[in-house]
Each structure stands twice: as structure tokens, then as C-alpha cells.
């Protein structure tokens, strides 16, 4: 007889919840959310949860103070803003997320939009796909080569460090921006945001969403970029703001950008950076690269994220510590 109560989010890449069951153990109870995916949690359904697995379920305030006896709160992933931490603490409950489980696929991915963006790739594909009128190296001219010039990381964090030892795999300078990090490390000067943006060709984001970065990617942040500078978000969508993205890629104050994320996902299709990248507008066509927050993916870090968040949960249930709390 299951002597645990366990709920977790719909819309999971596994139907069956294999994983987590097993994780889990035969003494927990695993019941599946009812919102719909990317939904908000119902507080009155899990009110009698012991513990709560969220990969893309939202849990405000209000839900949050439905609960009367969960112990945790584990956030299947990375980020997590989409769980009122603040009101999670107020009602003692940690709130515990998997920091690192896809560190090499998100520095893969920020790599491989860097390099599509400076090897003009997405032009290329559309001039050779037009037809052999098309075959000519000129199509993405002029395009400059990587080693020597200048990648600006902002957070050097676990991804952002991976990001950097690959940067200088190609023969990048790497200079960064974190306070929380001494300068020196990896052998990287680390920059005031100011300078950065200023000398960086180009510039990559690796910052959790809190109140001090969201809308950091903003107006002022792409006045005082260097002209003709890439952008690279693997991050948060919400540190950026598309409008003052927009705006630049518009008027060409920056080459191109790479996004993996979006503050809204999917992007509303009324969004007018979206409307016009899709409608093939000369000005963006070419000069943005959408995928669709899959920088964390890959079958062995799918796998690991379900375990490590499924051990978490149990770790707690056993009486043990909430492991990388993120609301102490």
C-alpha cells in the first residue's frame, strides 16, 4: 500500500512515467497532474501531495498556499521561474531543481547557433534549396572568421564555462560578465556589462530569469553592443526583450541572432519579430535562428534529468536534505 502521494506535470516526453515510477518505489503513489501542459497547477487537486515534480506546470502563490503537507518541490529542469519560490519558502516547503544535467548539449547548442549565425548557414540553405542559381559562395558574403575575435559570456555558470573552454577551442577571446564569479577563472577577464557589450563580436546569455535579469537583453543593452555584434539566448526567454531585439536586428545595429528561447513559448505568432521572420522579410530572413527550447535535449540528458529530479523527491521522502535547493 503506497504510503506517499506524489503528483507530476502532463506533457511529459513520456507518457508512461517509467522512470519516475521506478525511482519513485513501489511505496509512492504517482498521480499525473489534470491542467493542461504549460497549464497552471490546481492547488485544490494536489492539496494531499507529499511532494510535486513540475517540468512545464506553472505553481503560483495561490497554489502554492492550497498545500498542506507537500515536503518538496522539484522543478524538472534547470530553470525555475515558472515555481513561486518566495511563497514555496514562506510555507516551508523547498523548492529543488537538476542544475546540472545537460551542461554539454545547452554549450553544444549555443555553439552550433554561433556558428550557423557566422557561417551564414541559414542563407546558404535557402540560396542552394532556390535552385543551382543559387550555388555560389557569395550568397552569405561577406562572412568573418571566428578565431581571434571576441565572445562576451554573460553568466559563468556551469553552461557558461562550457561555453567558453569551447570558444577557445576555436581560437575565440572569451571575456565574461558575472559577479558572483572572480575574475581569473578559466584564465577569463571578466568585464563589466558596459565593456563587454562594447568590445564583444559577439555575445552570449546564460542567466537564470530573476527580478535583476529579466529584460536585460534591453533597449540600452543594444546601444551599447558593437555594431554588428551576434546574439546568442540558450538561457531564459525572458532576459530578453523582443521589442529592443527587434529594433536592432531592424535597423542593423547587430548581425544576427540565435535563440533557443522565448519569453512566451511558442512565440505568439502576432509577435511582430515572428511575423516577420516568418513571412520571410529581407531584413530578418537571413538573420535569425529560431529552435524551439531544445538546447537541453538529448536522449542521455532526458534521461538524467527524470532520474536526478526523481531522486531528489525521494531523497526528501526518506527524511533526507532537499539537494540544490534553490529557496534556502
Not at 498521480?31 to 492547488?43: E, I, K, L, P, Q
Not at 575574475?183 to 530569469?209: I, K, Q
Not at 531584413?283 to 534521461?303: G, I, M, N, Q
Request: hydrophobic share 45%; aromatic share 6%; proline share 5%.
Amino acid at each position: 500500500m503506497a504510503t506517499h502521494l506524489v503528483y507530476i506535470s502532463p506533457g511529459h516526453m513520456d507518457p508512461t512515467y517509467e522512470i519516475e515510477r521506478a525511482g519513485l518505489g513501489p511505496d509512492v503513489e504517482l498521480r499525473v497532474m489534470s491542467n493542461a501542459d504549460r497549464g497552471d497547477m490546481d492547488g485544490a487537486e494536489v492539496r494531499e501531495a507529499d511532494a510535486i515534480i513540475t517540468w512545464r506546470t506553472r505553481i503560483n502563490e495561490a497554489a502554492v498556499d492550497q498545500l498542506e503537507r507537500c515536503r518538496v518541490i522539484v522543478r524538472m529542469g534547470v530553470g525555475y521561474d515558472i515555481v513561486d519560490v518566495d511563497a514555496a519558502k514562506r510555507r516551508g516547503i523547498p523548492v529543488c531543481n537538476v542544475p546540472d544535467y545537460c551542461t554539454n548539449e545547452v554549450a553544444d547548442h549555443t555553439m552550433a547557433l554561433l556558428l550557423s549565425l557566422s557561417r551564414g548557414l541559414m542563407a546558404y540553405r535557402e540560396a542552394v534549396h532556390s535552385g543551382n542559381q543559387g550555388w555560389e559562395w557569395s550568397s552569405a558574403a561577406p562572412l568573418y572568421r571566428l578565431t581571434g575575435r571576441t565572445l562576451g559570456i554573460v553568466g559563468l555558470g556551469r553552461i557558461g564555462r562550457a561555453v567558453a573552454l569551447r570558444a577557445k577551442a576555436f581560437g575565440m577571446r572569451v571575456v565574461f560578465c558575472d559577479p558572483y564569479v572572480a575574475d581569473g577563472t578559466l584564465g577569463l577577464t571578466r568585464l563589466p556589462l558596459d565593456e563587454l557589450l562594447a568590445g564583444s563580436d559577439a555575445v552570449t546569455l546564460h542567466t537564470p530569469l530573476t527580478d535583476a535579469t529579466r529584460n536585460m537583453a534591453s533597449g540600452d543593452f543594444f546601444a551599447k553592443i558593437k555594431a554588428g555584434a551576434f546574439v546568442v539566448n540558450t538561457s531564459r526567454g525572458g532576459v530578453m526583450d523582443m521589442a529592443a531585439l527587434e529594433a536592432a536586428l531592424r535597423d542593423g545595429r547587430i548581425a544576427a541572432a540565435g535563440l533557443d528561447v522565448m519569453p512566451t513559448e511558442p512565440p505568439d505568432p502576432e509577435l511582430p519579430l515572428i511575423k516577420a521572420w516568418r513571412a520571410g522579410e529581407a531584413w530578418v530572413r537571413d538573420h535569425l535562428v529560431l529552435t524551439p527550447h531544445a538546447a537541453f535535449y538529448s536522449e542521455e540528458s532526458e534521461r538524467e534529468m527524470r532520474v536526478k529530479a526523481t531522486a531528489t523527491a525521494r531523497a526528501v521522502l526518506d527524511g533526507g536534505p532537499a539537494q540544490n535547493r534553490v529557496n534556502p
